[in-house]
């Protein structure tokens, strides 16, 4: 059974970044696409970004192109989320995702994300 555990989340000024980290454990990560979602109050889960499992394709949320960058290193069963230029309504708990089906061709977006860190708080002030 996979265990993800996110790390990186706090406290930043509006146009400030953050580096958000989650580290998988319990199965072949390479063979998995990723994802980073996030679930502001009163809100649903959103997918942020998402990271097909060789790498070589990634997908985001309108919201975040061009400010957000997910990217994985596979020799330390890492995602990461690069949040460049933060906005105080990127506020929310982001939780790190895991695919289900290895060396899946489905769209990221929908890819099926069965498996789930418990999430880090980010909070954006104004």
């Known amino acids: 059974q996979v265990q993800l555990v996110e790390s990186g989340g706090g406290l930043v000024q509006a146009g400030g970044s953050l580096r958000l980290s989650c580290v998988s454990s319990?199965?072949?990560?390479?063979?998995?696409?990723m994802g980073w979602f996030r679930q502001a109050p009163g809100q649903g889960r959103e997918l942020v970004a998402a990271?097909?499992?060789?790498?070589?394709?990634?997908n985001y949320a309108d919201s975040v192109k061009g400010r957000f960058t997910i990217s994985r290193e596979n020799a330390k069963n890492t995602v990461y989320l690069q949040m460049n230029s933060l906005k105080p309504e990127d506020t929310a708990v982001y939780y790190c995702?895991?695919?289900?089906?290895?060396?899946?061709?489905?769209?990221?977006?929908?890819?099926?994300?069965?498996?789930w860190g418990l999430g880090t708080q980010v909070t954006v002030s104004s």
């Open positions: 319990g199965r072949t990560f390479r063979s998995y696409a």
């Open positions: 995702a895991a695919d289900s089906v290895p060396y899946s061709t489905r769209e990221l977006a929908s890819a099926n994300f069965g498996s």
């Open positions: 990271i097909s499992w060789g790498g070589g394709s990634t």
